[in-house]
T-cell receptor, first 112, second 111 residues
Framework: SQQGEEDPQALSIQEGENATMNCSYK?????LQWYRQNSGRGLVHLIL?????REKHSGRLRVTLDTSKKSSSLLITASRAADTASYFC????????????FGKGTLLTVNP | DGGITQSPKYLFRKEGQNVTLSCEQN?????MYWYRQDPGQGLRLIYY???????QKGDIAEGYSVSREKKESFPLTVTSAQKNPTAFYLC??????????FGSGTRLTVV
């Protein structure tokens, strides 16, 4: 079963603009992570935010987490054509079972 | 370089045939995972293993089998019981409850 749902499914912006993607999930979580996938390739980890954190930054990435709304957002600032990829959120429930459950992803296209 | 290697990159299966996808990691990670990705469907968990000689079914284990005889290796067999095996298969590993490192994937096509 899919735990996370990303929104929007697809997003097209111009280079230099900011891109915001959202993720909603259904059950309580331990951590939420964001991954990136270039077409036909494996996923690459971007950032992890713990359930007791509200915001985290890494370079041009900003992630927020609202556990009361069971949602997270990923903001990419000053986007570049090289940011074109699919972005997935993934959650784990902690404890002894640390498998990740992924959403369906947001396809981001950054036009030069 | 430490990493996770999947082979082959492309695989073709005839009807009724079993095929095995290879996944090897040299990251000394305890946990390994197999995901299936279909267009527009995101990643779905097939099997995972948190320790050698132990593995658990994920959400879509029917028609698949795995083994975990060595820490470094977690091969996935797609059996003839899997009626719709055409998909992109991703292997990943992690050091417990941490971020996953993914392989570059195997694209399986039924011919």
């Amino acid at each position: 079963s899919q735990q996370g749902e990303e929104d929007p499914q697809a997003l097209s912006i111009q280079e230099g603009e900011n891109a915001t993607m959202n993720c909603s999930y259904k059950t309580s979580i331990n951590n939420l992570q964001w991954y990136r996938q270039n077409s036909g390739r494996g996923l690459v980890h971007l950032i992890l935010i713990r359930s007791n954190e509200r915001e985290k930054h890494s370079g041009r990435l900003r992630v927020t987490l609202d556990t009361s709304k069971k949602s997270s957002s990923l903001l990419i600032t000053a986007s570049r054509a090289a940011d074109t990829a699919s972005y997935f959120c993934a959650t784990d429930r902690g404890g002894s079972n640390y498998k990740l459950t992924f959403g369906k992803g947001t396809l981001l296209t950054v036009n030069p | 370089d430490g990493g996770i290697t999947q082979s082959p990159k492309y695989l073709f299966r005839k009807e009724g045939q079993n095929v095995t996808l290879s996944c090897e990691q040299n990251l000394n990670h305890d946990a390994m995972y197999w995901y299936r990705q279909d267009p527009g469907q995101g990643l779905r968990l097939i099997y995972y293993s948190q320790i050698v000689n132990d593995f658990q079914k994920g959400d879509i284990a029917e028609g698949y089998s795995v083994s975990r005889e060595k820490k470094e290796s977690f091969p996935l067999t797609v059996t003839s019981a899997q009626k719709n095996p055409t998909a992109f298969y991703l292997c990943a590993s992690s050091a417990g409850a941490a971020t996953c490192t993914f392989g570059s994937g195997t694209r399986l096509t039924v011919v």
